[in-house]
């Protein structure tokens, strides 16, 4: 009788055992199953996600090619376009200079003519005097003004020394005792330097 029980609880232990064992393989079955399925799926899934991300970044650096190549055709546009306002610039401010000077020109003329036939001096002065006013006006109205020199401070920045003379008096010294050539300057900018004699 007791072996009779013992074979029955091995044999209840058997079944359980098989029964375990078999669960314990389908439990496997199914969590392999996902994980092949994954492995088949996952590959397609992240191929269709590169070529969206490729396909993305080419219409991206084709956008940006486009906007550099609107940008450099701009760029070089504005540059021809510069140069070319430059060029004229330099072209109209000559000839407003020119066109100014025509009628002091003019006048010289006239001054000539006269001088062929004229006999009274002073009216011929008066003459050259009123042109040489009229250019110095021209000269002033285009910012053109004149360097004062004699009796001034000898001053590196706008006068150029030619010769160097002995102060009469002590209050002379360092200063313009005479200008030989008179300079000019146009706003802050000196043009030609006064060539000056200074004391010593």
Same mark, same amino acid.
């Given at each position: 009788?007791?072996?009779?029980?013992?074979?029955?609880?091995?044999? %209840?232990?058997? *079944?359980?055992? +098989?029964? /375990?064992?078999?669960?314990? /393989?389908?439990?496997?079955?199914?969590?392999?199953?996902?994980? +092949?399925?994954?492995?088949?799926?996952?590959?397609?899934?992240?191929?269709?996600?590169?070529?969206?991300?490729?396909?993305?970044?080419?219409?991206?650096? %084709?956008?940006?090619?486009? @906007?550099? #190549?609107?940008?450099?055709?701009?760029?070089?546009?504005? &540059?021809?376009?510069?140069?070319? /306002?430059?060029?004229?610039?330099? @072209?109209?401010?000559? +000839?407003?200079? #020119?066109?100014? #000077?025509?009628?002091?020109?003019?006048?010289?003329? &006239?001054?000539?003519?006269?001088?062929?036939?004229?006999?009274?001096? /002073?009216?011929?002065?008066?003459?050259?005097?009123?042109?040489?006013? @009229?250019? +110095?006006?021209?000269?002033?109205? @285009?910012?053109?003004?004149?360097?004062?020199? *004699?009796?001034?401070?000898?001053?590196?920045?706008?006068?150029?020394?030619?010769? &160097?003379?002995?102060?009469?008096?002590?209050?002379?010294?360092? *200063?313009?005792?005479?200008?030989? %050539?008179?300079?000019?300057?146009?706003?802050?900018?000196?043009? &030609?330097?006064?060539?000056?004699?200074?004391?010593?």
């Amino acid at each position: 009788m007791a072996e009779n029980k013992n074979q029955q609880q091995d044999s %209840e232990e058997q *079944k359980v055992e +098989s029964v /375990e064992s078999a669960t314990a /393989e389908a439990t496997n079955l199914s969590q392999s199953e996902p994980e +092949s399925e994954k492995c088949e799926t996952t590959p397609e899934a992240e191929v269709d996600e590169n070529v969206k991300k490729i396909e993305e970044l080419t219409q991206q650096v %084709e956008t940006m090619n486009d @906007k550099y #190549l609107r940008l450099s055709a701009e760029y070089d546009n504005y &540059r021809k376009r510069t140069i070319k /306002e430059k060029a004229d610039l330099l @072209k109209s401010a000559g +000839s407003d200079v #020119l066109s100014g #000077l025509l009628p002091v020109m003019d006048d010289f003329e &006239r001054a000539l003519q006269h001088m062929a036939e004229a006999t009274d001096v /002073e009216s011929l002065r008066t003459g050259v005097e009123l042109i040489h006013k @009229k250019f +110095s006006d021209f000269l002033v109205k @285009k910012g053109v003004e004149e360097i004062a020199a *004699k009796g001034e401070t000898f001053d590196v920045e706008l006068h150029e020394a030619i010769a &160097r003379m002995p102060a009469p008096s002590e209050d002379m010294k360092g *200063k313009v005792l005479d200008c030989v %050539e008179k300079g000019y300057k146009m706003g802050d900018k000196v043009i &030609r330097f006064a060539k000056v004699v200074v004391c010593d």
